[in-house]
């Protein structure tokens, strides 16, 4: 089992920077590929980007390669989500997830979520 918690988020203008972190609790953090969704009103949630057990492979959406980081400490149980160039399109709620299948992108292919963390872009 694995909880997970969200924090971070808040309102921001356009152009502006937010970091988000999702703490894990439980010893076996490591061994689970994260993931990071988000889901705007009235939208189904949408894959974001993900980051290997490792940390050393990542991969995004690409409505924020190039102005989204997502990154790891193993070491803090904790995966983080750096947003820079912040567009009003990006306003959602944002959530964390671990241990997906085979298909990285995929909301059900997750096993564990947390509550969510609102992101809001002003413009």
């Known amino acids: 089992q694995v909880q997970l918690v969200e924090s971070g988020g808040g309102l921001v203008q356009a152009g502006g920077s937010l970091r988000l972190s999702c703490a894990a609790s439980?010893?076996?953090?490591?061994?689970?590929?994260m993931g990071w969704f988000r889901q705007a009103p009235g939208k189904e949630r949408e894959f974001v980007a993900t980051i290997s057990r490792s940390g050393g492979s990542t991969s995004y959406a690409d409505s924020v390669k190039g102005r989204f980081t997502i990154s790891r400490d193993n070491a803090k149980n904790t995966v983080y989500l750096q947003m820079t160039s912040l567009k009003p399109e990006d306003t959602a709620v944002y959530y964390c997830a671990a241990d997906p299948g085979s298909r990285w992108y995929t909301v059900t292919e997750y096993s564990y979520w947390g509550q969510g963390t609102q992101v809001t872009v002003s413009s």
């Open positions: 439980g010893r076996t953090f490591s061994t689970y590929r």
